[in-house]
């Protein structure tokens, strides 16, 4: 995994851009720690720092290759999981010189051009600098999972792993208008897809690619969530999501450097770790796990319909079913609280509060030991885990199903953006464009025709916002981590799989308990889904009520965006609105102002 940046004007002389590039490069640093390059021509500027995980020593970047008089030249973040089988059908007609992933992605591109991208197999944002044709040619991966933000005016294109290295260039301004406020108070932690939320920032989609030329930026859509008619038994279709992931999971452990797991206690890293352990155990290796506590939570949790139970049993009984070995994160409140500063400038933007923060310090803890992690994030977005996919009356309300507070967040908008701003109609409007863009086929019945529009719904929003989290938390301490059930040939196949399947015996991710279940303690297996963990320590709403009531007293740019009276009303507790769904309560309201709050004082954001 990297951090990649570049330049690239048809009017400026880009080999004079070594100040700015190395501005960007120094923004993106902590992506990659290991190595970092810059390549400089006339029309172009690749900028890149490199964590190292394949082939250490050959895969160095900006990488360039000559084909005949042509000569391409690539910047690269990501993995490629295919490799090996790529290679070898291009070594029929290529020579190599590394063993890395980025040489094949580069000869991909000579080879097959733009359509390069429906050959991939893995998470990757690169860009790719034709000479000959003097443009340049930028993907991102099908779900998303790693980032690619960029900046375009009529004399040239800034493109970035993260928001702050764009911002790091001299001609890009960190102002907002009215869209960046209806993202910030209305839509965060989640974006709009392809809004940066910066003005004139922007990320090139999940499943995009295109190229910008003397004629300007020309982006496609390659791939998408399809509808098809799937014919398979109940058992076919286990045996189908078996294969799927487990073939998923052990492509992404082939690294050069050490791989660990994050363990919850959850089915799905339970999995992961599960298939990781064993394909270590034949390697004579054994595998580490790594989980996250709060101090106090054994004296202050409480059941909830979304948090029946807490982790720690199950990660005990996970870590001995294992033989790993485990690692605990134990975070206090003071260290919360003082991380939500840099979980903010890790994201670049105001985010999840303190699950954006427990898991940076996580991170950091991991980092310790390894280079490499595998996740669960998205298996509930998948096959259907989560509870507004399995109650009917939730699941069939018009509106994004976890942020039901339009209403609530749009009294927080300032008078001057109330007035430019039409709350409702901006989150509604946001909610049809997706639920109506979800594919369905003739023969969907209703629940179907639902169950599909819920999966886009999640696919683009939901999930993109804790693939957003995992990848900048986990980058600002230099540590991959990868996501198999994020593999887009199980998300194109479960798309089509009925939802009585997926529901299988009446269980949230059903069939995938029931394909998986060999893996797997039955007390483990049978436990009913439970979201990331979070502090109930009241000590955690005490402190962040005492940090936002100083920030206000002090003064603070967000009162351009924000009334100032909601915030007084918002410290006084009256209120208990879910801002975004179970994960966002009171707490992390007051919590994701101090972000906001931290966020335009750190990054100068000018409104």
Same mark, same amino acid.
């Not at 699941?395 to 007035?419: E, H, I, K, V």
């Given at each position: 995994?990297?951090?990649?940046?570049?330049?690239?004007?048809?009017?400026?002389?880009?080999?004079?851009?070594?100040?700015?590039?190395?501005?960007?490069?120094?923004?993106?640093?902590?992506?990659?720690?290991?190595?970092?390059?810059?390549?400089?021509?006339?029309?172009?500027?690749?900028?890149?720092?490199?964590?190292?995980?394949?082939?250490?020593?050959?895969?160095?970047?900006?990488?360039?290759?000559?084909?005949?008089?042509?000569?391409?030249?690539?910047?690269?973040?990501?993995?490629?999981?295919?490799?090996?089988?790529?290679?070898?059908?291009?070594?029929?007609?290529?020579?190599?010189?590394?063993?890395?992933?980025?040489?094949?992605?580069?000869?991909?591109?000579?080879?097959?051009?733009?359509?390069?991208?429906?050959?991939?197999?893995?998470?990757?944002?690169?860009?790719?600098?034709?000479?000959?044709?003097?443009?340049?040619?930028?993907?991102?991966?099908?779900?998303?999972?790693?980032?690619?933000?960029?900046?375009?005016?009529?004399?040239?294109?800034?493109?970035?792993?993260?928001?702050?290295?764009?911002?790091?260039?001299?001609?890009?301004?960190?102002?907002?208008?009215?869209?960046?406020?209806?993202?910030?108070?209305?839509?965060?932690?989640?974006?709009?897809?392809?809004?940066?939320?910066?003005?004139?920032?922007?990320?090139?989609?999940?499943?995009?690619?295109?190229?910008?030329?003397?004629?300007?930026?020309?982006?496609? =859509? @390659?791939? &998408?969530?399809? *509808?098809?008619? /799937?014919?398979?038994?109940?058992?076919?279709?286990?045996?189908? %999501?078996? $294969? #799927?992931?487990?073939?998923?999971?052990?492509?992404?452990?082939?690294?050069?450097?050490?791989?660990?797991?994050?363990?919850?206690?959850?089915?799905?890293?339970?999995?992961?770790?599960?298939?990781?352990?064993?394909?270590?155990?034949?390697?004579?290796?054994?595998?580490?796990?790594?989980?996250?506590?709060?101090?106090?939570?054994?004296?202050?949790?409480?059941?909830?319909?979304?948090?029946?139970?807490?982790?720690? =049993? @199950?990660? &005990?009984?996970? *870590?001995?079913? /294992?033989?790993?070995?485990?690692?605990?994160?134990?975070?206090? %409140?003071? $260290? #919360?609280?003082?991380?939500?500063?840099?979980?903010?400038?890790?994201?670049?933007?105001?985010?999840?509060?303190?699950?954006?923060?427990?898991?940076?310090?996580?991170?950091?803890?991991?980092?310790?030991?390894?280079?490499?992690?595998?996740?669960?994030?998205?298996?509930?977005?998948?096959?259907?885990?989560?509870?507004?996919?399995?109650?009917?009356?939730?699941?069939?309300?018009?509106?994004?199903?976890?942020?039901?507070?339009?209403?609530?967040?749009?009294?927080?908008?300032?008078?001057?953006?109330?007035?430019?701003?039409?709350?409702?109609?901006?989150?509604?409007?946001?909610?049809?464009?997706?639920?109506?863009?979800?594919?369905?086929?003739?023969?969907?019945?209703?629940?179907?025709?639902?169950?599909?529009?819920?999966?886009?719904?999640?696919?683009?929003?939901?999930?993109?916002?804790?693939?957003?989290?995992?990848?900048?938390?986990?980058?600002?301490?230099?540590?991959?981590?990868?996501?198999?059930?994020?593999?887009?040939?199980?998300?194109?196949?479960?798309?089509?799989?009925?939802?009585?399947?997926?529901?299988?015996?009446?269980?949230?991710?059903?069939?995938?308990?029931?394909?998986?279940?060999?893996?797997?303690?039955?007390?483990?297996?049978?436990?009913?889904?439970?979201?990331?963990?979070?502090?109930?320590?009241?000590?955690?709403?005490?402190?962040?009520?005492?940090?936002?009531?100083?920030?206000?007293?002090?003064?603070?740019?967000?009162?351009?965006?924000?009334?100032?009276?909601?915030?007084?009303?918002?410290?006084?507790?009256?209120?208990?609105?879910?801002?975004?769904?179970?994960?966002?309560?009171?707490?992390?309201?007051?919590?994701?102002?101090?972000?906001?709050?931290?966020?335009?004082?750190?990054?100068?954001?000018?409104?």
């Amino acid at each position: 995994m990297c951090g990649i940046a570049g330049a690239i004007s048809f009017i400026e002389d880009m080999r004079g851009e070594m100040k700015s590039c190395e501005a960007m490069q120094s923004a993106l640093l902590r992506r990659g720690p290991d190595q970092r390059g810059i390549v400089l021509s006339r029309n172009a500027a690749l900028i890149h720092t490199r964590l190292a995980v394949i082939d250490i020593s050959g895969g160095r970047q900006p990488m360039s290759c000559a084909c005949g008089e042509k000569k391409y030249t690539i910047v690269y973040n990501g993995e490629l999981y295919n490799t090996e089988e790529l290679r070898r059908e291009l070594s029929a007609d290529m020579d190599f010189d590394t063993r890395s992933d980025t040489e094949v992605v580069l000869k991909s591109y000579i080879m097959w051009g733009e359509k390069c991208v429906e050959r991939l197999n893995g998470i990757f944002a690169f860009a790719i600098y034709d000479e000959a044709e003097d443009r340049v040619f930028m993907a991102r991966d099908r779900i998303g999972v790693k980032p690619l933000f960029y900046w375009v005016d009529e004399r040239k294109l800034v493109f970035a792993s993260e928001i702050p290295a764009l911002l790091a260039h001299p001609d890009i301004p960190a102002e907002i208008d009215e869209t960046g406020a209806a993202e910030l108070i209305l839509m965060a932690p989640g974006r709009t897809p392809g809004c940066g939320v910066i003005k004139g920032i922007n990320e090139v989609k999940p499943g995009w690619c295109g190229y910008y030329s003397r004629s300007g930026l020309e982006l496609r =859509e @390659y791939w &998408r969530l399809r *509808a098809f008619e /799937l014919h398979e038994t109940f058992e076919q279709t286990a045996e189908h %999501v078996r $294969e #799927l992931v487990l073939d998923s999971i052990r492509r992404q452990l082939v690294s050069d450097v050490p791989v660990c797991t994050f363990l919850s206690g959850g089915l799905d890293s339970s999995l992961i770790s599960s298939v990781a352990a064993s394909e270590l155990k034949k390697q004579g290796r054994q595998l580490s796990t790594f989980s996250v506590d709060y101090l106090g939570n054994d004296k202050y949790f409480q059941k909830s319909h979304f948090q029946p139970d807490s982790d720690p =049993e @199950y990660i &005990r009984i996970m *870590a001995e079913y /294992l033989g790993s070995d485990h690692h605990w994160r134990t975070v206090e %409140v003071p $260290e #919360l609280v003082e991380a939500l500063d840099e979980a903010t400038e890790a994201r670049g933007l105001p985010g999840m509060a303190d699950v954006d923060a427990s898991l940076l310090l996580l991170c950091r803890e991991i980092k310790e030991y390894g280079t490499v992690a595998l996740s669960g994030e998205c298996a509930d977005e998948i096959f259907g885990g989560y509870p507004w996919y399995r109650d009917k009356d939730i699941r069939m309300t018009d509106g994004f199903p976890w942020a039901q507070s339009t209403a609530y967040r749009s009294r927080f908008l300032s008078d001057r953006f109330a007035d430019m701003i039409n709350s409702t109609d901006y989150v509604y409007s946001a909610y049809c464009r997706t639920a109506d863009y979800a594919e369905k086929l003739p023969s969907d019945n209703e629940t179907e025709g639902r169950m599909k529009e819920m999966t886009q719904l999640n696919f683009t929003w939901f999930m993109q916002t804790l693939l957003d989290r995992k990848d900048r938390m986990s980058m600002y301490s230099g540590l991959e981590v990868r996501v198999p059930f994020c593999d887009y040939r199980i998300a194109e196949y479960l798309y089509n799989v009925p939802w009585e399947y997926k529901d299988w015996q009446g269980r949230e991710k059903g069939l995938l308990r029931e394909a998986m279940k060999e893996w797997l303690p039955e007390k483990v297996l049978r436990r009913k889904k439970s979201p990331y963990p979070k502090t109930h320590d009241p000590a955690f709403l005490e402190a962040v009520t005492k940090k936002l009531r100083r920030i206000l007293d002090e003064g603070t740019p967000m009162t351009e965006l924000v009334k100032r009276k909601e915030l007084e009303r918002l410290l006084k507790h009256e209120d208990h609105v879910q801002w975004y769904g179970q994960l966002m309560n009171l707490p992390q309201t007051i919590a994701f102002f101090i972000q906001l709050d931290h966020w335009m004082k750190h990054f100068d954001i000018k409104v």
